[in-house]
């Protein structure tokens, strides 16, 4: 059973029987520095398309009610036409997670994938087979192969916020989707020697043994961190701060790895208001923790 039932049990027999689908996705499709001698009907008809497999997919085996279903956002902004009805663009992928007894979302993730390369013509099929990612072609099978990664990579993080090591099954999925990627000249991202941050990293760090507290740091930060703060403020910092110990951690001893960056996107004015009423220890020690993990943000940090 879904772990977001722990924060609506009134709906569990209710979401036995529920037949929807785990997320609710927006998906925009931007073109104004694409040549205006394509007509952008297409692009119209690519944004249903893929709002449509976003939204209509079953990603789990799990039963969903609407009011479980995770938001996401997902922002193509294409800036380069190839040729060939082949594009290339920026990906902005948004999700977010309920926080009990609120009506506060907190995110989970807020990134930017900027190397996605795709082949659409209209009207052709928006598919994706888990047994064969590589399609008839891969430059085609490469936008829902990397919009399914990222739908399983949310997933995971999702149930990790819920349970512990709840998310495994869905970064193993996007796992096997790294190493079955579709592959073409023009496709990067997949494969660990093309940069440090990119789709394989991520993937890597959420699958290796060796970041097993990253699972430790979700949890905590959600369930035993943010979930508390209605019922007890210093419990919640509590939770919070044990989060950022065990990102420190994974900060000593893998530095520089891509999870700690992707983790803070769109954090830092959350964790701002976290500790700004904590006592003076707990907010001097989440500042020191804080700019030293997230040096991108230490400015925002000062207002600790």
């Known amino acids: 059973m879904h772990k977001r039932k722990l924060l609506v049990l009134i709906f569990v027999l209710g979401s036995l029987f529920s037949q929807g689908q785990e997320i609710q996705a927006r998906l925009s499709v931007i073109t104004s520095k694409v040549s205006t001698q394509i007509d952008k009907k297409v692009f119209l008809t690519l944004q249903t398309g893929l709002t449509n497999f976003l939204n209509n997919r079953r990603w789990t085996t799990d039963a969903f009610l609407p009011s479980e279903k995770i938001q996401c956002n997902f922002l193509l902004n294409i800036d380069q036409d190839l040729g ?4 290339k663009g920026k990906l902005t992928i948004q999700a977010a997670r309920p926080i009990y007894n609120t ?6 993730m807020n990134f930017l994938d900027d190397n996605v390369v795709f082949r659409y013509v209209e009207f052709q099929p928006i598919e994706f087979n888990e047994n064969r990612i590589q399609g008839n072609d891969p430059l085609a099978a490469n936008i829902t192969a990397v919009l399914a990664y990222y739908v399983n990579l949310i997933l995971g993080l999702d149930y990790d916020s819920f349970s512990l090591r709840g998310g ?5 999925k996007a796992w096997n989707i790294v190493n079955n990627a579709p ?4 496709i990067t991202g997949w494969k660990s020697f093309e940069g440090l941050r990119n789709r394989y990293w991520l993937a890597e760090n959420l699958n290796n043994n060796r970041f097993t507290l990253i699972h430790d740091a979700m949890y905590a930060y959600y369930r035993s961190g943010m979930d508390l703060f209605y019922e007890n403020e210093d ?6 701060l044990n989060c950022l110990t065990f990102l420190n951690t994974i900060n000593t001893e893998n530095p520089n790895s891509m999870f700690l960056q992707f983790f803070f996107q769109g ?3 959350e964790l701002v208001k976290v ?11 989440a ?3 804080l700019t030293k993990l997230d040096i991108t943000n230490g400015a925002t940090y000062k207002q600790l």
């Open 84 to 87: 060939n009805n082949v594009f």
């Open 275 to 285: 500790f700004s009423k904590a006592n003076t220890d707990q907010r001097t020690k």
């Open 103 to 108: 009506t506060y979302d907190s995110p989970i």
């Open 235 to 240: 419990a919640g910092r509590t939770g919070v």
């Open 183 to 186: 592959e073409n000249r023009d």
């Open 168 to 172: 495994d099954a869905y970064f193993q």
């Open 267 to 269: 954090k830092s004015n």
């Open 287 to 289: 500042k020191d923790l």
